[in-house]
């Protein structure tokens, strides 16, 4: 089913720095806490991610990802996510994260 242009343009992809990473005890598939710098204009933001296969926490602090800002927030047993980290998804279900190949300003718009 193709998008049209106009629901494609809602869909605000923010760079953001993950700035904390912690275990996921409860999650039902192995995944990691983040908490996710998103400038100030957005601010901080927490997601679950589904990333343990390829990276290990030390690995993830001060890294740059994109993340979808503006869908709901998502209950996943006692934490909150607020937003999507994006990333490929291998045929094992491992997951490579999107990110930009520079350092660039926390809440710049992907486009």
Do not use: H
Not at 16 to 35: H, M, S, W
Not at 53 to 64: A, T, W
Not at 76 to 84: A, N, Y
């Amino acid at each position: 089913m193709d998008l049209t242009w106009n629901e494609f343009e809602r869909t605000d992809m923010r760079v953001g720095t993950i700035i904390e990473v912690n275990d996921f005890p409860e999650a039902r598939k192995p995944a990691y806490q983040l908490t996710i710098d998103f400038g100030a204009e957005i601010g901080i933001r927490k997601s679950s991610a589904q990333i343990t296969k390829r990276y290990q926490k030390e690995d993830l602090v001060n890294r740059q990802i994109v993340a979808v800002v503006n869908f709901p927030r998502k209950q996943i047993g006692k934490f909150m996510s607020e937003c999507l980290v994006l990333g490929a998804v291998g045929e094992e279900g491992d997951v490579i994260l999107l990110a930009p190949d520079f350092k660039i300003e926390n809440g710049l718009r992907i486009g």
